[in-house]
């Protein structure tokens, strides 16, 4: 599946972690990509990585630790790109927030 503004994705940065959201804006020149209802992909289980969750979600979202998703995020130093199934977008939403 192409990746198009308006596709749920994860984006990987060099600093700022693993994001997954509806992709705004991305300049692959500049490394920049914009991301609404995003969440912080901050430890997963149940996939092996960042490919597999894109693909099949989480088999243990119980034990993942995803924030409440931010209205928006632009993330700098953009690495990765993956496109999200329709599974795997499920199972990302699946994730129960996590707060301390």
């Known amino acids: 599946m192409p990746i ?3 596709s749920y994705v994860i984006v990987r940065t060099y ?3 693993a994001f ?3 992709i705004q804006a991305l300049d692959l020149e500049r490394r920049v990509a914009t991301l609404s ?3 912080r992909l901050w430890s997963w289980a149940g996939a092996a990585s960042l490919s597999q969750l894109a693909q099949s979600g989480s088999s243990r979202p119980g034990e993942c630790k995803f924030p409440a998703a ?3 995020v632009i993330l700098l130093e953009v690495i990765e790109v993956l496109a999200v199934t329709a599974a795997g977008q499920a199972g990302i939403e699946a994730v129960p927030v996590w707060a301390k």
């Open 4 to 6: 198009t503004i308006g």
């Open 15 to 17: 600093s700022a972690g």
């Open 20 to 22: 997954a959201g509806t």
């Open 37 to 39: 209802n995003a969440r």
């Open 70 to 72: 931010v209205t928006e």
